[in-house]
Structure formats: C-alpha cells, structure tokens
C-alpha cells in the first residue's frame, strides 16, 4: 500500500467496498479509503478495517466523475434556462463531479468583474467541483491576463455564432489573443465554425423562404467547420497557444487535426454524445428540439467520430450542456429556435449503455469522460482518477440495471432533451465529490455551495515565434 494506513497517519471516514474499481488501464476488484476530500487507498478487497461510513458497491463499477469541458449554465442573466444549482445538481445526477463552464452568460465572463460575479455564483450554488472560462474576444485582449490572474480555468473562443451572439473576434485579435495565452501556457476552447459562410447562407436561406430544421443544418456545412479549425490550428502551431476544439460533429476536418498531432500541436479535442449517436433523421423527428451547434449531420459522421475517439483523434467527451426553455425551442420556424439542449445528466447512462452495446469498453471510457479532460486542463491526477491522492470524486454504477430516461426527472430546468424515451441499459447509483455523496439512488443528497474550483496547473508555456507577436512590434523597442 502506497500510503499511511498502516502506520496510522491516515485517517479513514470511508470506504467503498465490493466494487470494481476502473481506470484507463485497469478494472479491479478493489476497495476504496477515503479520508476527508481524498482518496488514501485502493486495496484488495477486504483488508480495510470499518469505517465511520461503510459503502457497499456489490455488483457495481467505481469509476472515476466524469470532467465535463463544455457545459452552458447560465447564470449571470440567463437564469430562466439554468442556474449555478440547478446545472451542478445535473452533473451531480449525472455522475459528472467537475465541468468547465462557458463564458456567453449575460455579462459575458470577458472582465474581471463579470468573472468575480460568477465566481461568487458558482461557489455559492455548486454541488460539483467547476472551472470557469474567460472570454475572448475582439475587444478585451488587454484583459486576458487579468483574467488569467483572477482565476479562470481556459479561454473560449467563439469563431461562429451561436447562443448568445457574441460577435466572432477579428482574425487579428484571435492572433493576438493566441500570443498572450501562448505566453501563460493557457488553453483556448474554440467554437470552430466560420461566421461569415453561415450569416451568409442563412440570411440568403431565410430571403427565400426556408425555415424548416434541416436549413439550420444547410446554413453550416462541413466546410465552416474544416475552415475553422485549420485556422485555429494554424494560430496555435504558429503561436504555441494551447488549443481545444469544442463540439467535433463531423468526419471533415479530422484530418487536420490528426496531421496537427503528429506534428507535435498541443490540440485537444471533444465530441458528444449527440454527435456520435444522432443524425438528421432525429432532427426530422425532433424539430427545434435538435436545433444545435454544430449541427446534428446526416448518417455517416457519427460512424468517424467513434472511430476518431478509437484512434486518439478526438480525446474526450464533453457534453456541450446548453438548456433552453420549452417555449424558446419549439417555434415551427428553425430560426427562432434556440440553439442546444442539456446533456449533462445524460451523458454517462448513455454512453455506458453504449459501453454495454459493445462499441467502446469501461476503461476507454474513463479514459474519454474523465482522465483525458483532467489532463487536458491541468488538473490529473487530482482530478479524472481514482488512486491514492486523488479527490475523492467518484461514480458508482450498476451495469446491469436500465432505464428510459425522462425529460421530467432531470434535474436541468430545461427539461427539453432529445434522448426523452432513450432507453439506457446501466445506472448511476451514487455520485461522490471530494468524499461526500451528492447524488444516491437517483436523489440529489448534496449541499449547495460544496463545490469549489478546480486547482489546475498546466505544464510549462511553450510560445512559439515570441519575436514577431504584437508585444514584439509594437511595445517592446526596436531590436528586441
Ligand atoms: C450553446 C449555448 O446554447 O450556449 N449552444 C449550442 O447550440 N451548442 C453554445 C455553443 O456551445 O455553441
Ligand atoms: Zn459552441
């Protein structure tokens, strides 16, 4: 044992007996010690002595939470869709014990101020452990480091439009922006879809007359996103910015992203469950419901993206949680849909029942839900793992007991989901952040405000090109 249980310097409250403990390399029978936020062992199974707290995971797997990169919870100034409680409590039903949580609030998290109002939400509110994102954009390149100072997680970028409309930063100050965060070993979210193209066709699409669901999907094709993450590549290779592609929804531009890897880009990339498993004949079924971005596309993507995930292309699942209201998502014409639903509470039944169903095994799913966004955000192995050390953030599930998921028992206010009637062949029975139970059976047991940043800390900046960045030319003297 690598720890201080048998000297007894360590203090045990718990312990998770009877389990199948998972990691990206390993399925073990095992029991778990927990003392106060942490995990201090995983033991064969039975040498622990009682705990204050007995917890008895017959039957079930112990899986690291899932570390969730993309989710949308809108508060400050969208709390009619979701608020810091209502969005955590999801995760928290989900499994899902750390998110990374998106700037397109009203303020959008682009200043300090907007970032100290959130934080101050969020650590009043969250049943899970959360970072928190800054904006960039065309105007606040003087307030990046300010930002990064103030405590945010990463920076999104948002290259296309989505909810919110957060105007697309000029190509000069994405450059700009990459410069700076390159210098501070930061990593940039883009949403990576061309703005121009899409305004384009849409304006074009609705002068004629079309507003049925699948224009939405006509106004964004492959190439906004092939454009858009070549580009996003280029700044990173070019700067050394640390870059993380939201949302992949198709086999184009997997390419770019494969070559980027080999050449040694620190370029990180998620889909969704929507992507992998959902295609336009659900939008034709589901209307506005399934009005995302990016589009849901015709069959065939979701087939590359699983093989992009197999193969180390694609590195995580996020779910990209973006809950709207019934009313803001149902209108006959498309464009008066809102853009996204919510999938934080889902996605790891789904994608366990997908474990089930044989198209990836419990150990690469950690690996995608868990390790590699942990390491992708600077904060493995206390996060995205289950050994001694770690935060006791943990998931237990029964493999063997389904479900239908219901857009009634989710805890998100949107209850506008696309997988109402889904039917799910695993359960979560328990979610544990940092060695308390906040979820069990189904019930949300958690205390408001028990989540708390994540610490993070990413490996050294790596800037490339320093000598002709904006700081080079333009503030530095000559013959820097
Ligand atoms: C997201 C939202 O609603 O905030 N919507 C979406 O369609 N995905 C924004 C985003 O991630 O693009
Ligand atoms: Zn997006």
Same mark, same amino acid.
């Not at 927990?34 to 008895?56: F, K, N, Q």
């Not at 079930?60 to 990169?69: E, F, H, I, K, N």
């Not at 959130?118 to 452990?129: C, F, G, I, P, T």
């Not at 061309?194 to 066709?201: C, E, F, G, K, P």
């Given at each position: 044992m690598d720890d201080g249980l048998e000297d007894g310097t360590v203090t045990v409250d718990t312990v998770i007996r009877n389990g199948k403990v998972v990691s990206p390399s390993s399925t073990v029978e095992a029991?778990?010690?927990?003392?106060?936020?942490? /995990?201090? $062992?995983?033991?064969?199974?039975?040498? &622990?002595?009682? #705990?204050? *707290?007995?917890? !008895?995971?017959?039957?079930?797997?112990?899986?690291?939470?899932?570390?969730?990169?993309?989710?949308?919870?809108?508060?400050?100034?969208?709390?009619?869709?979701?608020?810091?409680?209502?969005?955590?409590?999801?995760?928290?039903?989900?499994?899902?014990?750390?998110?990374?949580?998106?700037?397109?609030?009203?303020?959008?998290?682009?200043? /300090?101020? $907007?970032?100290?109002?959130?934080?101050? &939400?969020?650590? #009043?509110? *969250?049943?899970? !452990?959360?970072?928190?994102?800054?904006?960039?954009?065309?105007?606040?390149?003087?307030?990046?480091?300010?930002?990064?100072?103030?405590?945010?997680?990463?920076?999104?970028?948002?290259?296309?439009?989505?909810?919110?409309?957060?105007?697309?930063?000029?190509?000069?100050?994405?450059?700009?922006?990459?410069?700076?965060?390159?210098?501070?070993?930061?990593?940039?979210?883009?949403?990576?879809?061309?703005?121009?193209?899409? *305004?384009?066709?849409?304006?074009?699409?609705?002068a004629a007359g079309r507003s049925d669901a699948l224009a939405h999907l006509a106004a964004r094709p492959e190439i906004c996103a092939v454009e858009a993450v070549g580009r996003a590549v280029a700044f990173a290779e070019w700067t050394g910015a640390r870059l993380h592609i939201a949302h992949k929804s198709s086999a184009d531009a997997l390419y770019i992203l494969r070559d980027a890897k080999a050449r040694g880009v620190d370029v990180t990339v998620e889909t969704c469950p929507q992507y992998l498993l959902l295609d336009t004949r659900d939008v034709e079924r589901l209307g506005g419901v399934l009005r995302v971005n990016p589009p849901i596309r015709e069959p065939g993507h979701g087939e590359a993206l699983w093989q992009a995930l197999h193969d180390g292309v694609i590195d995580m699942i996020a779910t990209d949680h973006a809950p709207h209201q019934p009313y803001e998502k149902s209108d006959s014409n498309i464009w008066r849909c809102d853009c996204g639903f919510p999938g934080v509470e889902t996605q790891m039944p789904i994608m366990l029942t997908q474990v089930n169903a044989g198209r990836l095994d419990i150990n690469q799913y950690v690996r995608w839900s868990a390790a590699a966004p942990a390491l992708a955000w600077g904060c493995y192995p206390r996060k995205g793992v289950i050994q001694s050390g770690s935060d006791a953030d943990i998931a237990i599930v029964d493999m063997g007991r389904g479900g239908i998921i219901d857009r009634e028992a989710i805890h998100s206010k949107s209850k506008m989901t696309p997988w109402h009637g889904f039917e799910t062949t695993a359960t979560i029975v328990r979610t544990m952040v940092r060695g308390r139970t906040v979820m069990e059976n189904g019930r949300l047991v958690g205390e408001r405000g028990w989540g708390r940043p994540v610490p993070q800390s990413m490996p050294e900046p790596r800037p490339r090109n320093e000598n002709k960045t904006m700081d080079a030319i333009v503030r530095k003297p000559p013959g820097f």
């Open positions: 029991d778990v010690a927990i003392g106060g936020d942490v /995990v201090v $062992a995983v033991t064969a199974p039975g040498v &622990l002595p009682e #705990a204050a *707290a007995e917890i !008895d995971a017959s039957g079930c797997y112990v899986l690291p939470g899932a570390v969730d990169s993309h989710v949308h919870f809108r508060e400050p100034g969208y709390e009619h869709k979701e608020d810091w409680e209502t969005g955590t409590a999801a995760a928290a039903c989900g499994g899902t014990t750390t998110v990374f949580e998106m700037p397109n609030t009203d303020p959008p998290t682009g200043s /300090v101020e $907007a970032l100290r109002l959130k934080q101050e &939400l969020a650590a #009043a509110q *969250a049943h899970v !452990d959360y970072g928190i994102y800054g904006l960039l954009d065309e105007n606040n390149i003087d307030d990046l480091e300010s930002l990064i100072e103030a405590g945010v997680s990463g920076f999104k970028c948002f290259m296309g439009n989505t909810f919110g409309d957060l105007p697309a930063p000029s190509d000069g100050a994405m450059l700009e922006g990459f410069e700076i965060l390159a210098r501070h070993g930061y990593r940039c979210t883009v949403h990576a879809e061309n703005a121009s193209i899409m *305004a384009r066709r849409q304006q074009r699409m609705e």
